[in-house]
């Protein structure tokens, strides 16, 4: 058999379009998938929380998953919630703790039929009362969504994205169960 450089380019031109046509664009991340469900826990803190993240990104011009703050945002309170890890989670500007969380990275994995992203979070509780820290703690985390999970790669990649950050937020809760408040 024969190959023409015609048959050889018209082959790479199908191969682009299943491979774009599969991938398609890339989704942010939603606190739905990152929201921490069922986890034991030390202790519950009959205290409100106020959280405040800082770090992410609505939008990511090279066509990753962003991570928005709200997005995480949302997910660390529903998890807080529904752990009960503190009595209240505050919108307003009162709460008995401030959590301040700083998104330092996140690095995504985007070519491969399993795809890994690792986070790097900054934790940080303090007490409003007093002003003093009673936490702070550099989290890393990491999550590999496989072909198995999600054939586009692009969902892969927003499955691995949320994973992650799940993971660390679920670590982040449980080193907050561990304080003595």
């Known amino acids: 058999m024969k190959l023409s450089i015609r048959n050889v ?3 790479i031109i199908c191969v682009v379009m299943v491979v774009g046509g599969v991938s398609g664009c890339a989704s942010p991340a939603k ?4 929201t921490v469900r069922d986890v034991k826990i030390q202790k519950q803190h009959p205290y409100s929380v106020k959280i405040v993240v800082e ?3 609505s939008t990511d011009p090279l066509g990753f998953t962003p991570v928005s703050n709200e997005a995480f945002a949302e997910a660390v309170a529903n998890s807080i919630i529904r752990l ?3 009595s209240e989670v505050r919108n307003d500007g009162g709460g ?5 969380i700083q998104i330092f990275s996140i690095e995504q994995q985007p070519i491969g039929f399993n795809m890994t992203t690792y986070v790097e979070v900054g934790w940080n509780l303090v007490d409003v009362v ?3 820290r009673v936490m702070r703690k550099i989290i890393n985390s990491s999550y590999t969504a496989t072909v198995g999970e999600a054939f586009a790669g692009v969902k892969r990649i927003r499955l691995a994205t949320e994973g992650a950050v799940r993971k660390n937020i679920e670590e982040g809760i449980q080193e907050i169960a561990k304080l003595d408040l």
């Open 9 to 11: 380019l018209l082959s």
């Open 31 to 34: 606190s739905t998938g990152m």
């Open 55 to 57: 770090g992410g990104s």
């Open 84 to 86: 009960k890890l503190f």
């Open 96 to 100: 008995d703790y401030l959590l301040s």
């Open 130 to 132: 007093t002003g003093k």
